[in-house]
């Protein structure tokens, strides 16, 4: 009997072996995948805005790739020893031990599938969801329409034609009311105004995440709607809360821009006023930022923020409390830097901090969804005394005098 069961237990213990092949790998490889979804769920809007929705699918497919390769030798191994033991018609002691040993093996998967019955009870509860959300079609897109680009290299006019909007989830809170507002192309316009004025909500319609209720929104002269969305996502955006993902500096620099080279790399970050800081870290350009970027402070995440959108050299660059976690210094040269960067784009910049404003071609002042005083600084503040922008920048000035 003992002469039985050496060979049996050694020969468990070889296929086990070989089925368990790379499990460290593949958790890594999970890891991996896991994060990587989890960053583009969490930044959907950085994804969608720089149109890098296939990059993160074949980032997520190359993650999954080992796991793969060892599914295949894992299948492969145990068809071979299946076809190995197929009985014969004779019996002999061979067969008894083939037998025995398929009794095992048996055993030891249905004990592994036993184990597995109270996820298989959650993904059954939880299929519905995943089909609803892969059958859903987005109600903003091409739809299978003959969509349009804008060829021109220079930057584009923007236009709000007598806008009013609500937000599906509040459909009776009325956001913009009849906005109007032209952009020239190479300009800079800032918008500022109270909480719930609006301001954001123009950033997200010219992204086309909403369409309006009615007025139209247009880009060198052309609606919205009848440009090609994929596109007319590449506009660059920086947010107050700027979306960094896991990988290195370098990999989030060049996100939507995979192609950049060290060189191009390299600039935008001088420009953005972050090489300097780059460059003390022992790893450089190749220091890994985390998950969401938790390895960097407010600051440096938006100033790497702003190089990505540097280094993207779009017709169109969003600013979305951009500078709100720089301090002073920081801030005067990245003022310095998006002052070059709106020569080569149509810039629009939201801010609550007045200072960083300054420099703006024309400033819109919001109140209830629409502009209620239009000008540069100069003219805002001789020509509106008592206006709602002059308001602004006396409470401004007043707070950081008590500072």
């Known amino acids: 009997m003992a002469a039985a069961v050496t060979p049996l237990t050694l020969g468990a213990s070889y296929l086990n072996l070989l089925i368990n092949i790379g499990p460290k790998v593949d958790n890594e490889s999970y890891a991996r995948a896991s994060t990587i979804a989890a960053g583009a769920v969490s930044s959907i809007r950085t994804v969608a805005t720089f149109g890098t929705q296939e990059l993160i699918?074949?980032?997520?497919?190359?993650a999954l790739h080992e796991p793969k390769k060892t599914s295949v030798k894992?299948?492969?191994?145990?068809?071979?020893?299946?076809?190995?033991?197929?009985?014969?018609?004779y019996t002999n002691f061979g067969v008894v031990y083939k037998i025995f040993l398929i009794l095992v093996l048996s055993s030891f998967s249905v004990g592994q599938l036993a184990g597995l019955a109270p996820d298989t009870s959650m993904a059954t509860t939880a299929i519905p969801a995943v089909l609803d959300i892969l059958n859903r079609r987005p109600s903003i897109g091409n739809n299978g329409k003959k969509t349009r680009k804008l060829e021109s290299s220079k930057p584009v006019d923007l236009e709000f034609k007598h806008v009013t909007f609500a937000y599906p989830s509040r459909p009776s809170v009325t956001v913009l009311n009849n906005f109007s507002l032209k952009i020239k192309g190479g300009t800079m316009v800032a918008l500022v105004g109270g909480s719930g004025s609006g301001k954001s909500t123009v950033i997200w319609l010219i992204q086309r995440f909403y369409d309006p209720i009615r007025g139209r929104?247009?880009?060198g002269g052309i609606?919205?709607?009848?440009?090609?969305?994929?596109?007319?996502?590449?506009?660059?955006?920086?947010?107050?809360?700027?979306?960094?993902?896991?990988?290195?500096?370098?990999?989030?620099?060049a996100f939507g821009y995979p192609n950049a080279s060290w060189a191009e790399i390299e600039a935008a970050a001088k420009e953005a006023y972050i090489h300097k800081f780059i460059c003390s870290l022992p790893q450089g350009y190749e220091t890994e930022v985390g998950e969401s970027g938790v390895q960097l402070s407010g600051g440096q995440k938006q100033r790497i923020a702003?190089?990505?959108?540097?280094?993207?050299?779009?017709?169109?660059?969003?600013?979305?409390?951009?500078s709100s976690?720089?301090?002073?210094?920081?801030?005067?040269?990245?003022?310095n830097a998006l002052k070059k960067a709106s020569r080569r784009a149509t810039t629009i910049v939201v801010a609550h901090r007045l200072s960083t404003i300054r420099e703006a071609n024309f400033i819109a002042v919001m109140k209830d969804g629409a502009v209620a005083e239009y000008g540069d600084h100069d003219t805002l503040m001789a020509a509106h005394l008592d206006g709602i922008y002059a308001n602004l920048v006396r409470t401004e000035m007043e707070a950081m005098a008590f500072a």
Do not use: C, T
């Open 74 to 89: 894992k299948s492969q191994i145990l068809d071979w020893f299946w076809d190995y033991l197929k009985v014969p018609y």
């Open 325 to 335: 976690a720089l301090d002073l210094e920081s801030e005067k040269h990245i003022q």
């Open 217 to 219: 929104v247009l880009m």
């Open 306 to 322: 702003i190089a990505r959108a540097i280094l993207k050299k779009s017709k169109v660059l969003l600013l979305d409390e951009a």
């Open 223 to 253: 609606d919205l709607r009848e440009l090609d969305l994929k596109w007319l996502r590449k506009i660059a955006l920086v947010g107050q809360e700027p979306s960094l993902f896991a990988g290195s500096i370098r990999e989030n620099i």
């Open 57 to 62: 699918v074949q980032s997520f497919d190359q």
